[in-house]
């Protein structure tokens, strides 16, 4: 997930620039009190999978611990963010109350509380370079070479330093934050994209231990493939999904799906 988080930050400050309304922000996700108790790691699987064909989310997502909940916020957050100049996505987050203008302030504000640096900041000194004294950037640390680099007057921040990589965890916490209603929000996403899931074979090599288990499932990924005198096919691929469970207050839940 370390590239997507990356990957991300970047389109979040392209996404900064298309700014959506402020509409009243969607309820609060449910608490799930009253959600369905499992009482085993294959019960809470079965209705997973199930929900999971139907695009159930509101059986879906009571079956999982709040930590993978984040997860599939992420992940469908970052889905939109790869197409967040489009019509669809901008009318989405403007019914989920999800301004990214707002995410990358917050982000901001909880980088330089934890990491002591301002990262609008430290933008701003770069742009204050003038184009023609603009050193060539390295793909890998994204600073100047020592050759090619312009040395700063004594004293003055330096404009050349490099951006400060990107803070994966409070990425995360303020993306997931900012998405009041996650259930709906990661079911509008899947209709938006309008891919169904691949399907998910049946629980086996389960391994439970105390208030935690193991389980391994098949499903089928695709790809292009090319053959001679064939061009290019969808080729599909079986591979093992390790899911991992966790019992807490007294019902099974998913933590995880790998």
């Known amino acids: ?130 184009p023609s004294e603009e050193p060539k950037q390295t793909l890998n640390a994204g600073t100047p070479s020592a050759s090619e680099a312009t040395a700063a007057p004594a004293g003055a921040p330096d404009p050349w330093a490099a951006v400060p990589p990107t803070d994966a965890d409070i990425l995360r916490r303020v993306v997931c934050a900012a998405v009041k209603d996650r259930e709906g929000f990661c079911a509008a996403v899947e209709r938006m994209i309008g891919r169904p899931p691949t399907p998910i074979g049946e629980l086996g090599q389960l391994k439970v231990d105390g208030d935690t288990a193991v389980g391994h499932a098949k499903t089928t990924i695709y790809h292009l493939g090319s053959q001679p005198g064939k061009g290019s096919q969808k080729v599909g691929q079986e591979v093992n999904v390790t899911f991992r469970f966790r019992k807490q207050n007294g019902k099974w839940l998913i933590e995880s799906k790998e």
């Open 1 to 130: 997930m370390r590239d997507r988080e990356l990957i991300l930050f970047g389109a979040l400050t392209i996404a900064v620039g298309l700014a959506v309304p402020s509409p009243q922000i969607l309820s609060q996700e449910p608490g799930l009190q009253g959600s369905k108790v499992y009482s085993s790691p294959q019960a809470v699987f079965d209705a997973f999978r199930e929900a999971r064909k139907r695009g159930d989310w509101k059986t879906l997502f009571p079956c999982m611990t709040v930590e993978f909940r984040d997860d599939q916020t992420f992940e469908a957050f970052f889905s939109c963010s790869m197409r967040s100049s489009t019509p669809e996505v901008r009318a989405l987050y403007a019914k989920f109350g999800v301004r990214p203008a707002a995410i990358q302030a917050d982000y901001h504000k909880q980088y330089k509380a934890k990491h002591g640096i301002d990262i609008p900041e430290r933008l701003s000194e770069r742009r204050k370079v003038e």
